[in-house]
């Protein structure tokens, strides 16, 4: 049970602003070169994955299924900071626009962590 739930706190809400917002200020800003394309992608991928499996989570039929679904949320959102590290450092966005999407990456990274560890007990 979310006990965050429609609060600012609720982390499907956090997640859904996240991916929308990194979508609009980061995938869509990319240029589109032909070097840039598979980071573009490889970004959206990985970024669409966050929502739909905490989606998915939360919709879980059993704990096992949960905490499945987390696990992938972390994975996911890890890789997903791995590729704003590298569109930051390549330079192919200024750092001052991804930085705030790389932080939001490790915070969800905590929350969901301990999401995870809550729910095996």
């Excluded at 905490?54 to 994975?75: G, H, L, T």
């Excluded at 930051?88 to 929350?111: A, V, W």
Aim: aromatic share 8%.
């Amino acid at each position: 049970m979310n006990k965050y739930s429609n609060t600012e706190k609720d982390i499907h809400i956090r997640i859904r602003k996240f991916v929308v917002s990194c979508f609009v200020n980061v995938v869509r800003k990319i240029p589109k070169t032909i070097e840039n394309l598979p980071i573009i992608s490889q970004l959206s991928s990985s970024l669409t994955s966050i929502g739909a499996n905490d989606q998915e989570a939360d919709a879980a039929d059993s704990r096992k299924d949960f905490i499945a679904k987390y696990a992938i949320v972390r994975k996911e959102t890890k890789e997903t900071k791995y590729w704003l590290t590298i569109i930051s450092e390549t330079g192919m966005l200024d750092s001052k626009i991804t930085e705030p999407f790389i932080n939001e990456c490790q915070e969800i990274l905590f929350i969901v962590s301990r999401i995870i560890q809550n729910s095996k007990h």
